[in-house]
């Protein structure tokens, strides 16, 4: 057993700082890691001990193992810490780092590579007995394969990605005369977004709810799972809104489905912290969708009904350590809601808003966490995931959680960029929401009501009042120029009247 003494955090924003608060409690020293666009980021003012990776593009930076590997030599770290997304689920990286003698804080590659091809995972899940989605046994080998099974199983069907994740590589087809396009479609963003063009096929379930459970296992043999996630808020098959406990959830499905989750992981000899991906039917029947290996940016909720630390779970589990705990010891307690707080325009299709963060006011106060990484002067680079933070409630009741919710996302101000601030209100006063009646598809269901509505004659309002007090930043210590000063006043009059703070 071997305690470990350094961390490098192959991640940026804000799980590498979520990750360091961990390692700080439990007096690890960390090393972040920063690519050119991030020198001014807070994960690496967070950290002991920071080094340059790379450019930019993450494929030159965060993505880089040899740089990654050499810095973490360099900085003497026992141990790598992925965080989610970029190497979190790469087996040669894992691999690489046994080879190196650094302790991977995440699985073994085997299992990474089993369970990350979304075929070898059915196979497995099958040979189980864990149910799956209906559909093919392996790889669609041609478009008249594609065309002959569907034809049996009927429609409608998902072609997907073998080695997909994020709505990539995903099509849905309806009616049989799609079918070719659609497996040419798939095959063509697998293989950009992947380099794997293999694609599978899936009965599609219509109105379905995305639950996941978390699971923690030790390479003793112990497995447990800490419960069920509901995951079905998402746009683009991307998560918006997380909570846990389920509204849809009963306790004997909640028995059944984590007796299931644990089975799944033991099958394949899973150790450290995972997640078994499910979907539920109207008539609460559940089948395997997935599982990933690593942390999920939803964890956080976990942690909050559970009161277990993940990442200090991780931690223990890659030093050899035995769980501390078993089944009969974890309980929900309460319910816990988070919203995932996006740099993107909701009313232009979700577009990115990258930019300079001028103003920023975090919420606060009893059950409120936020798990982010900009401040106000950071310029949020174009290179990465729009994410930009985490908020999480807690209460005792579900409408409590939602109350306390409604209460922090008003709270919370940012300024400069565009944000999915009041996308997420609305959807917490939404009366589908908050009667727990949602599935998969209530982003589009209750378009109508989430979009914003128009608002005065002065829609760049916000935008002038950001470019305003730049200005006033620039000419703090110059002698400002007459006429540009006058615009800027004659700016701030315009927008004056408008009682947003």
Not at 45 to 69: C, F, M
Not at 406 to 418: C, D, H, N, S
Not at 420 to 440: C, H, P, Q
Not at 450 to 459: E, F, M, T
């Amino acid at each position: 057993m071997n305690k470990i003494k350094k961390i490098l955090i192959a991640n940026r924003g804000e799980i590498a700082i979520r990750v360091m608060r961990t390692c700080r409690e439990m007096d690890i020293e960390t090393v972040a890691i920063y690519s050119e666009a991030d020198r001014t980021s807070l994960h690496v003012r967070y950290a002991h001990e920071a080094y340059y990776v790379g450019k930019a593009p993450s494929s030159e930076s965060y993505l880089n193992i040899d740089k990654i590997l050499e810095i973490a030599k360099k900085s003497n770290a026992d141990a790598i810490h992925p965080g989610y997304g970029f190497l979190s689920e790469n087996a040669e990286f894992a691999r690489r780092c046994a080879q190196e003698g650094i302790t991977f804080i995440g699985p073994s590659p085997e299992v990474i590579v089993r369970m990350g091809d979304k075929i070898q995972a059915r196979e497995a899940m099958t040979a189980a007995g864990i149910p799956v989605v209906p559909g093919t046994d392996g790889e669609i080998k041609s478009e008249e394969e594609a065309l002959s099974i569907i034809q049996k199983i009927g429609l409608p069907v998902m072609i997907k990605a073998s080695a997909g994740g994020g709505g990539k590589g995903m099509r849905l087809v309806k009616n049989e005369a799609d079918i070719v396009s659609a497996v040419r479609a798939a095959r063509s963003e697998a293989k950009s977004a992947f380099g794997d063009d293999a694609v599978y096929i899936e009965k599609y379930i219509s109105s379905p709810h995305h639950i996941e459970f978390q699971i923690l296992a030790d390479q003793h043999g112990n497995t447990v799972h800490l419960f069920e996630r509901e995951c079905s808020v998402q746009r683009r098959h991307q998560k918006m809104i997380e909570e846990t406990p389920s509204p849809l959830m009963t306790q004997e499905l909640r028995d059944e489905m984590g007796k299931s989750a644990v089975e799944a992981a033991k099958a394949v000899n899973y150790y450290g912290a995972g997640t078994i991906e499910f979907l539920v039917d109207n008539d609460l029947n559940y089948y395997f969708l997935e599982m990933n290996t690593r942390l999920q940016v939803e964890h956080p909720i976990t942690e909050r009904v559970t009161g277990i630390d993940l990442v200090k779970q991780q931690i223990f589990v890659a030093e050899g350590k035995e769980l501390e705990f078993g089944q009969s010891d974890l309980r929900q307690k309460g319910h816990a809601i988070e919203c995932r707080v996006y740099a993107e325009d909701p009313d232009n299709n979700f577009m990115p808003s990258a930019g300079k963060v001028y103003k920023i006011s975090d919420p606060l106060g009893l059950g409120v966490r936020t798990d982010g990484y900009v401040y106000e002067g950071y310029e949020i680079p174009i290179y990465y995931d729009p994410m930009i933070s985490k908020l999480i409630v807690w209460g005792k009741t579900r409408d409590e959680a939602i109350a306390r919710m409604r209460r922090a996302l008003y709270e919370y101000k940012i300024t400069g960029v565009k944000t999915s601030i009041k996308m997420l209100e609305r959807v917490m006063n939404n009366e589908n929401f908050i009667a727990g009646n949602y599935d998969t598809h209530f982003i589009e269901n209750n378009q109508e009501q989430l979009q914003s509505k128009p608002k005065s004659d002065a829609p760049e309002d916000m935008v002038i009042l950001a470019a305003f007090i730049d200005y006033l930043d620039k000419i703090a210590n110059v002698t400002p120029n007459k006429k540009e000063f006058v615009a800027a006043q004659s700016r701030w009059k315009k927008i004056s009247h408008v009682n947003h703070f």
